[in-house]
């Protein structure tokens, strides 16, 4: 399996359109009955299940052959739900959001440090629904997000029932959009970027531990952090059930200035990825990095 990742969908414009029609005649329990078989279809299909085995072999070492298939549905079957639920976000405008209000406040304050605030999530959960309704705090907002041609399947935002509340920076721009970045930070900006995603040049990452074995994961903002004293938290969006997500921070910290090196940094990479391997003991059916990060 090639480590090449990209944002292709999997599905055609088609497929991902019956879902759509499904969830404005039937509502989020039809695209759920038709998901049910979609992800039976994937686990079975020997191309489309292998592109989960990385994750799973780590996560359940010496599950055997139809371990690995229940594990692999399970997870499908999770991942489409919470697709599902982001275009029935789109659709309808309806989703329930279960953070805690100590968790916004710990957000507000550290935003009103005026540095701007940095917001580290990862391929896990609801994401892609959270990035729609970060709307708890004023400031403008940017996700760093790569968006390959061949991704079809709709934001939120583009079904039209609810605006576009984040800005998107591309990390395959010029300078990997550190320009952008930095000026959106000084302007006192939020940016959420994903962690467990390698962008850009391998200068910019760190090797460190996840899941028994080492992994490259970008660091740069962490030195962005340093050298502007923006704060970072790090937040996960666990799915909860059928239109339901909740918003846990899962660590904050103030990164120190220890020079321009990055691997100076790695110390708060490994607090990323320590943070995450507790997500996947948790919620072992809610990471969707679909390709093999460990190669």
């Known amino acids: 399996m090639t480590s090449k990742w990209n944002s292709a969908s999997a599905a055609s414009g088609f497929k991902h359109r019956v879902f759509y029609f499904l969830i404005k005649c039937g509502g989020r329990r039809a695209a759920y009955f ?12 020997p191309a489309f299940r292998t592109r989960a085995y990385p994750y799973i072999n780590r996560r359940f070492a010496g599950a055997g052959f139809f371990g690995k298939l229940r594990h692999c549905y399970k997870l499908y079957l999770t991942f489409g739900k919470t697709l599902v639920d982001r275009s029935v976000l789109g659709i309808t405008g309806n989703i329930d959001i279960l953070s805690s209000e100590n968790d916004r ?10 540095k701007g605030l940095i917001v580290i999530t990862a391929h896990c959960g609801c994401w892609q629904s959270a ?6 705090m004023d400031g403008e907002k940017y996700v760093l997000y790569r968006r390959d041609g ?47 995603r390698e962008f850009g040049s391998s200068k910019n990452m760190v090797k460190v531990p996840f899941l028994g074995k080492e992994i490259k994961v970008p660091a740069a903002m962490c030195r962005v952090a340093a050298s502007l004293g923006t704060p970072v938290v790090i937040v996960y969006f666990p799915f909860k059930g059928a239109g339901r997500f909740d918003s846990v921070i899962a660590d904050n910290f103030i990164v120190a200035d ?3 090196v990055i691997a100076n940094y790695k110390e708060y990479a490994a607090r990323f990825v320590k943070s995450l391997e507790d997500f996947c003991e948790k919620y072992p059916y809610q990471y969707f990095n679909f390709y093999n990060i460990w190669e």
């Open 150 to 196: 061949g991704d079809v399947d709709k934001q939120a935002h583009e079904h039209g029932k609810i605006k576009e509340t984040v800005k998107f920076i591309d990390p395959a721009g010029f300078a990997g959009g550190g320009v952008e970045i930095i000026s959106a930070l000084e302007k006192n900006a939020i940016i959420c970027v994903m962690g467990d």
């Open 105 to 114: 406040e710990l957000c507000r304050s550290l935003h009103a440090k005026g």
């Open 34 to 45: 038709l998901l049910y078989f979609v992800a039976l279809f994937y686990t079975l299909v």
């Open 258 to 260: 220890n020079g321009g």
């Open 131 to 136: 990035m729609s309704t970060f709307d708890f």
